[in-house]
């Protein structure tokens, strides 16, 4: 079966910091890939994806980065940090074709202070 | 552009109470329908979708169906238990393929509280 793992689970990192967030996927190959955020009290924004191997493409302009460096490894950096960063992150991943689901990781808890 | 409306909440409801969460959807095409739930602290997880027109989606107890003809997939469920307490997102998917991306647009999501 599939499993999506995201380190760490929770960070608090000061403003101006740089920020590595990783997120990996088991036991399928070549998946559809995406950071999502989710600010307090609200839906989600889709910050990146990617379907396939240095292969991004993003959704919001932003401090933030994406790369795909491995087939099932996604990795969402920024060089400095904002306050606004802060947030509820994110990684799913999808099987690819018309209209599949996208199943998510655990999360990761990001608060800049 | 495609949409997706839900009530925001928050709901609370006795435990045992019904059900209804309200969504509703902008799109051409045909696109697949979703809810999905995130328990506090986690990340979400598929609940039912469905695929077209007419067909229902159901799972742990919960329903919904599209209704093209009123652009809806409301989610019902018969007797909340505390269990459910949670965060339900509805969402839409756009039919693409493999070499763009499953654009999921989500609602902003109905925080629901069921008390004892």
């Known amino acids: 079966s599939q499993t999506i793992h995201q380190w760490p689970a929770t960070l608090v990192q000061p403003v101006g910091s740089p920020l590595s967030l990783e997120c990996t996927v088991e036991g399928t190959s070549n998946p559809n890939l995406y950071w999502y955020r989710q600010a307090a009290g609200r839906g989600l924004q889709l910050l990146f994806y990617s379907v396939g191997i240095g292969q991004i493409s993003s959704e919001v302009p932003q401090n933030l980065s994406a790369s795909r460096p491995q087939d099932r490894q996604f990795i969402l950096s920024s060089k400095k940090l904002l306050l606004s960063d802060s947030g509820f992150y994110l990684c799913?991943?999808?099987?690819?074709?018309?209209?599949?689901?996208?199943?998510f990781g655990p999360g990761t808890r990001l608060t800049v202070l | 552009g495609n949409s997706v409306t839900q009530m925001e909440g928050p709901v609370t409801l006795s435990e045992e109470a019904f059900l209804t969460i309200n969504c509703t959807y902008t799109?051409?095409?045909?696109?697949?329908l979703f809810w999905y739930v995130q328990y506090p602290g986690e990340g979400l997880q598929l609940l039912l979708k469905?695929?077209?027109?007419?067909d229902k989606g159901s799972n742990k107890g919960f329903e919904a169906t599209y209704r093209k003809e009123t652009t809806s997939f409301h989610l019902e469920k018969g007797s909340v238990q505390v269990s459910d307490s949670a965060v339900y997102f509805c969402a839409l998917s756009e039919s693409r393929m493999k070499t763009s991306y499953d654009k999921v647009i989500f609602g902003p999501g109905t925080s629901l509280s069921v008390i004892p």
């Open positions: 469905a695929t077209k027109a007419d």
């Open positions: 799109a051409t095409g045909y696109p697949s």
């Open positions: 799913a991943w999808s099987s690819g074709g018309a209209a599949d689901t996208q199943y």
